[in-house]
Each structure stands twice: as C-alpha cells, then as structure tokens.
C-alpha cells in the first residue's frame, strides 16, 4: 500500500491527536536472521496516532549521546477486531482492536552488547520519554545460555497462569544466577491466541519484557475461543525473520544464534502430506545453505506422548533429522516432559550422531497432565516427568564450543533431569 495513502487512512481512522504521546502496548524484541547483528521489534498503537519511532543506543551510552532514531514501518492491523473473548472478570465480549502495527529491524548491531531504546510516536520528541526498555545481541561464538518455557495458556479470568509461568521464569534465572541472553518459547504462550487482550497484558509482564523472544506458534495461539484459526495472530504480535516460506513467512523462520542454527517451525501448517512435505522442503534448504556448529529444530507438537510412550509426530520428522544431522528437537504441547538421548535410525547412538528429542512441560500450574506407565518407546525414552494437572516445569539450555546443556527444573528449583548433546559439526 502507498504510504501516503496509509498515513491519511491511519488519520482518518483515529481517535486521537497526532502530536500527543501514545500509550505503546505489545513490544517485543526478537532476534533477527543473524542474532549477533540483528534485532527485529514490533509494538502497536492507537490509530490515528502518527509515525512511530525508535531511539536506541548501547546501555554503556548513558546520556545517550550515540543515540540513532528510526522510523517505523506502520500498517493497520484488524485481524483480532470482533472476535469473541473474556474479560478478567469472566464476562463475554467482542475485542475492539483495530491498531496500528509498528515493526522495525535494526542491523549493524554489535555483538554480545545490551542496548536500550525508546518507542514515541506522533511528534513527541524521545527525550520526553521516560520508558526505556532494552535487548540484548548475541555472541559471535557459542557461549550463551537461554530459558526454555512452553504451554502458559495466558487465559484474562486465571491470571494465576501467567503467575506460574513468570515465576518459573525467575526460578530459572536463580539456578543460572544471572538473567538469560535469550528466551526461548515452544508456543501456546496464549489460550486463545485470536484473543487480542491476552497478549498485551503478558508482554508487559517485567519478567518477560527484559528478554529478546523467539518461539513457535503453537495450537492455542493460532485459535479464537469459537476454534477458528489464524497464523495472523502470532504474526502479528511478533516481528519474526521474513525468511520462511510461503504463507508461513513470519511465522516459520530460522535465525542463527552464536554459531547455532535454529530452524522454528509451524505445526498448523503441516497437518496433510503436502504441508508436511512442503515443510520439510523448506527446513532443507535452510539447512544446506546456513552450515552451523549446531543445528536445532523447534516446532509445537510433541515428538511422543508423555502418557505412555506413544510415538507422535517423530515418525513423521526422524529420517529428515537422521539425513539433515539435526542435534536437537525442541517440542511442547503435550504438557508432559520427555527427553531421549541420541537417536538415529531409531536406535540410541554415543552422541556422536542422531537426534536428541526433547519436550518441554507445562508451565501454568493448571493444564498439565498425569501419565501412566511407560508402554511403548522404552529402548527409545529416557526421562518423563510431570506433576500431574498442576504441573510447573521449564528448562535451562547452555551452550559451548563442545556441547550444549540442556537441565529441566522444577518450580522450587530442583534439577529434574539434565541431558548434553553434542556437535556433529566440523565447523569451528
């Protein structure tokens, strides 16, 4: 769309004055294809409320003197506008949202740095903003540490859930004393993903605003309470890599972090042959054409049930990750935890080659699940755990020019499990 034609549409919609400061709701950092090098944010704002604008400088910049500023790219988003919700006290209704989406991409970043930066719109000058928020670039080298948390359902009537999973959170960074370079979701952040009000109300959450995110769009995120879907909803809350595939882009992606490739992908768009084929066509180029030391792949649906050992979707994924070299596969949704050790060609290896196949619990103290007995896997599954329907669980994943180190905690604290996986690469 022309963007004068954008601006006077943005104008004629709005509701507000052009030259006063906006509130700024839904931010997000999240790292670009080359994480060292790139950040990528998205926030929205009132219609009718002007261009937006970042202003950004390392932390170390205390006056910020070094300070650049940028303009956003700005579109109208009405993709949760009228869908049927909850409010926090319960009662039904329609979301009225109807925004305006800023995303930018700052590259020629610094690696490894904390930067902090300002969002104003209209003709608010930046000095006359007091929220300053930051994000951190990654390493050129393998040496960083991320949180990994799945399954939060933010749901507005239990806010209890978004209390166990922030929790968690800090739980996490007390066994790793010191916060996180990353954090990494496995989806289903929110109940109903359509429901435009969950959202805003997790991202400004202090626990998980300080972090740069990158996750997967899981089930509850790509529905409405009435079970329509829509990849838009993660989409748009999320400023994600554009170097997915089709109508995947944004919501699939890759981006290397350190020297580690990470290839994020959509469960909801691989349900038949042609999507799963498609899918896979896609993850196979990405990996021919980025070589790393290690090489992860995240998507939502469980590799195996927690229950009783069931395979899921491994039988649909295993040859490509035994053909591709895949280190590691992180899942959810299952809301059991599961881990292997190495698997290739269905058989457990000494690391040296194969898989490790890892999903994650839930963390909202609400939906988990209870298992039964190991029945079927049990050459194959090493470690289950859950704390039945309350369950409260995430895990630390640290990496080094070696291995890398994955250990689940529970909510007190205490290491459940712990596995290392090690690199098949010859790349340095």
């Known amino acids: 769309m022309n963007k004068l034609i954008l601006t006077f549409i943005i104008a004629l919609l709005g509701l507000q004055t052009v030259g006063a400061q906006t ?23 009132d219609l009718g409320s002007g261009k937006s604008y970042i202003t950004y400088t390392q932390s170390a910049d205390k006056n910020w003197k070094k300070a650049k500023t940028i303009e956003a790219d700005q579109s109208i988003c009405t993709v949760f506008d009228s869908i049927y919700s909850k409010r926090p006290n319960g009662e039904d209704f329609y979301e009225d949202a109807r925004f305006i989406r800023n995303t930018i991409a700052l590259h ?20 006359d903003d007091h929220t300053i928020r930051n994000f951190k670039t990654a390493p050129k080298s393998d040496q960083w540490d991320m949180g990994i948390i799945s399954d939060i359902h933010v749901y507005a009537p239990i806010p209890n859930r978004q209390r166990a999973g ?37 991202y400004a959450d202090s626990t998980f605003s300080q972090y740069v995110w990158a996750g997967v769009n899981g089930n509850h995120d790509d529905m409405t309470r009435k079970h329509a879907q829509s990849n838009a909803f993660f989409r748009n809350v999320n400023n994600n890599p554009t170097n997915g595939y089709g109508a995947q882009v944004g919501v699939s992606y890759y981006f290397t972090y350190g020297n580690t490739l990470f290839v ?6 691989m349900k038949s042959e042609e999507e799963l084929a498609e899918a896979q066509q896609w993850v196979k180029n990405v990996v021919q054409n980025n070589p790393a030391k290690y090489l992860v792949v995240v998507s939502h649906y469980q590799w195996f049930m927690g229950g009783d050992g069931r395979s ?23 809301h059991i935890y599961v881990r292997t050790n190495a698997l290739y060609a269905d058989k457990e290896t000494d690391g040296t080659k194969g898989t490790v196949y890892i999903q994650t619990p ?5 939906r988990g699940q209870t298992m039964g007995q190991l029945l079927q896997n049990q050459d194959l599954i090493k470690s289950r755990w ?29 290491a459940i499990d712990q596995v290392t996986v090690k690199s098949k690469s010859k790349k340095k």
């Open 23 to 45: 509130n700024i709701y839904t931010v997000i950092a999240n790292p670009g294809e080359k994480a060292s090098s790139e950040i990528r944010l998205n926030w929205h704002q």
């Open 108 to 127: 020629g970043l610094k690696a490894n740095t904390e930067y902090q930066y300002k969002i104003t719109s209209g003709t608010t000058p930046a000095a």
């Open 166 to 202: 922030m929790a968690m959170i800090q739980q996490l960074e007390k066994q790793n004393k010191k916060p996180f370079d990353m954090m990494l979701h496995v989806g289903d952040l929110s109940a109903w993903g359509g429901s435009y009000s969950f959202w805003p109300t997790l």
């Open 264 to 269: 994020m992908l959509n469960n909801e768009a």
């Open 312 to 334: 899921s979707q491994y039988t649909r994924w295993k040859d490509l990750f035994d053909e591709l070299g895949v280190d590691l596969a992180i899942s959810g949704n299952n």
């Open 362 to 366: 839930s963390a909202d103290n609400e």
């Open 386 to 414: 859950t704390e039945g329907g309350n369950t409260v669980g995430a895990l630390i994943m640290n990496a080094n020019k070696k291995h890398l180190t994955l250990t689940l905690y529970d909510r007190v604290g205490n």
